[in-house]
């Protein structure tokens, strides 16, 4: 009783906002009650409390729910037997979540009211809402004695059977369906089903040949019938009914898939694969059904880890029909990477893809990743190039096609391309490719003798990555070309050795740029440590380097040093009109 009024005091306090601090609803309670007492001294109980329960449901429809809920109480309190007020009030503890309180006023407004159908449907969901399966079976098994009429009973009975896994029962009433319903395609394939999940399998076998029997023309219910034969490994009978069908429809998918599925229960490894390759690449079978096919052939490939070849093998004679899109060839792409094909293989795939759907960012990106790998310039030009004519989003396409300009010498595309590829980036999502994009395009404008536009590229990409080191040192080299800004220069130069004080390209830039401020004794240092760093095997590229030692050298008085390092940088490269004469006249001549 404690409980109750604990609860009766919550909901007046949260639930009943109308008769709290108005003062009004209180009164119209007490108002109502003395209406109606004194209306007739007579009246019962019963008839004091219809009116409250009416005036409970007028209030309900009005949206008044806390009054609505204070009338129907009071209701129950004058007539504890009414399933009306029971029921709405069970309606309100549910919404309250108080889950047990609401389960007890529904069962006792079924009890009330045994007659009343949707108080006993709604038990069964509270029931079922609850994990209470045996009760809600309980009450349904009533239902269905007491509403013959009512389907929805039975078929409500036959999930909970099922969920049980009683197929007796399951099996019981799906007989009910039928007698009320007639036989049909649906009641004959779940009775199929759960007489085979009973393991009965003569009652199974009956009702596939009934199913049969009566729906001669659907050649599904002959091939399940054939299928129960090969799982009770009855191989000749059910190998009779599917040759029986194949006499009607040899390309029937149904009868294909089974007879695939014979062949292997019977380890004919050769007909298993002609069969295979028979329904692949059958011009009868709907596009979708063959991807539907081949996708659960992958998935199997894979399971197993079985020998990718035959699958492949039947990819390649699919590859030879005609593609209505270019799933199947992304399906076959998708194996034969997961399989670890070789790229060779995996490129016609890519193209054939491309030429059905030239925007394939799929085929293409796949492509580009080949090319990128295989340092393939041409061929990143020829992927990437369609993919940015086309203005694909993608900032990918835009970036290795400038790298690929770039290492080809065009350094009007490569600005060209980067423009349009930077309208594509986000700088929350590709920062690197961003500054990469900007970086680049800082080097290419300086080869086109643009050093205004370089530089402002070098700054934009320092916005984003105040320490990229390639663009510290490219930027501060360039100034010092110019004697200009050595300061800012040097600072920036420093920067980039304390992020790899071993390369010997920034060693080299921060030399030069201690060797434009006069600093000559400091700059030998750094040029040894960049010599030190490049080692004996030297290449054109380090021509530069070597002829910076000879000039540092000479400004240092090791004049003969210096000759040796001239000369050096000569066979390493093609030597300049100035470090020719440097060689001939045997000293430092500023150019």
């Known amino acids: 009783m404690a409980k109750t009024k604990s609860i009766k005091k919550n909901l007046q306090k949260y639930l009943l906002p109308a008769f709290i601090g108005r003062g009004k609803g209180v009164g119209l309670l007490l108002f109502l009650s003395f209406w109606v007492l004194g209306a007739s001294a007579q009246d019962s109980n019963k008839a004091k409390a219809e009116y409250f329960i009416l005036e409970g449901h007028r209030q309900l429809q009005l949206g008044n729910n806390s009054d609505a809920f204070e009338m129907l109480r009071h209701g129950l309190q004058l007539d504890p037997t009414s399933s009306v007020a029971l029921s709405e009030l069970s309606h309100f503890w549910q919404y309250l979540k108080y889950d047990s309180l609401s389960l007890e006023y529904m069962k006792r407004a079924s009890e009330n009211d045994p007659n009343n159908y949707w108080n006993q449907e709604a038990l069964v969901d509270f029931y079922v809402n609850a994990g209470k399966t045996d009760e809600a079976i309980g009450v349904l098994e009533k239902l269905a004695k007491q509403f013959p009429e009512k389907e929805d009973v039975l078929l409500m009975l036959e999930s909970l059977y099922k969920e049980k896994q009683d197929f007796a029962n399951v099996i019981k009433t799906l007989d009910a369906l039928e007698v009320k319903e007639g036989k049909s395609e649906q009641l004959s394939i779940e009775k199929f089903r759960t007489y085979v999940q009973m393991k009965d399998e003569k009652a199974a076998f009956k009702e596939m040949s009934e199913l049969a029997a009566e729906y001669p023309n659907d050649l599904r219910y002959r091939v399940l019938l054939g299928d129960l034969y090969v799982d009770q490994e009855q191989y000749d009978e059910g190998l009779e009914v599917y040759k029986s069908v194949e006499v009607e429809d040899a390309t029937n998918i149904y ?105 394939s960012n799929m085929a293409r990106n796949l492509l580009l990743e080949y090319a990128v790998e295989a340092n393939d310039t041409a061929e990143v030009i020829r992927i990437a190039k369609p993919a940015v004519d086309y203005s694909i989003d993608d900032p990918v396409f835009y970036y290795y096609l400038g790298v690929a300009y770039f290492q080809s010498d065009s350094a009007q595309l490569v600005v060209k391309t980067f423009k349009k590829g930077l309208q594509h980036v986000d700088s929350k999502t590709n920062l690197q490719l961003l500054t990469n994009m900007y970086a680049l395009m800082g080097d290419a404008y300086h080869q086109l003798g643009d050093s205004k536009h370089a530089y402002e590229c070098y700054d934009s990409c320092l916005l984003y990555r105040p320490d990229e080191a390639m663009v510290l040192n490219n930027y501060a080299y360039y ?85 040796e390092f001239w000369l050096q940088a000569a066979d390493l490269d093609t030597p300049s009109a100035v470090l020719e004469k440097k060689i001939k006249k045997k000293k430092y001549i500023n150019e």
Not at 283 to 307: A, I, S
Not at 310 to 324: A, D, G, N, S
Not at 492 to 508: A, H, Q
Request: proline share 5%.
């Open 255 to 359: 009868l294909m898939s089974s007879m695939l599925n014979y062949y292997r229960r019977t380890n004919q490894d050769s007909l298993y694969q002609q069969q295979l390759n028979k329904i692949c690449t059958s011009p009868q079978l709907e596009e979708d059904t063959r991807l539907r096919f081949l996708n659960g052939l992958v998935y199997q490939n894979l399971q197993e880890n079985k020998d990718p070849q035959p699958l492949l093998e039947i990819f390649r004679k699919v590859r030879t029909m005609p593609q209505e899109d270019t799933q199947i060839l992304e399906l076959c792409t998708r194996f034969m990477v997961t399989t670890n094909q070789p790229a060779e293989d995996v490129k016609p795939v890519l193209r054939e893809m491309l030429a059905i759907n030239p925007e």
């Open 479 to 563: 100034l010092s070309l110019e004697n200009a800004h050595l300061s800012r220069a040097e600072e920036m130069s420093r920067r980039s050795l304390e992020k790899e004080p071993d390369s010997p390209t920034y060693l080299d830039t921060y030399a030069w740029i201690l060797f434009k401020q006069k600093r000559y004794a400091e700059a030998k240092v750094y040029i040894d440590q960049a010599l030190d760093a490049m080692g004996d095997s030297l290449s054109a590229n380090d021509a530069t380097v070597v002829e910076h030692a000879g000039d540092i050298y000479a400004k240092n008085g090791f004049k003969d040093k210096a000759l």
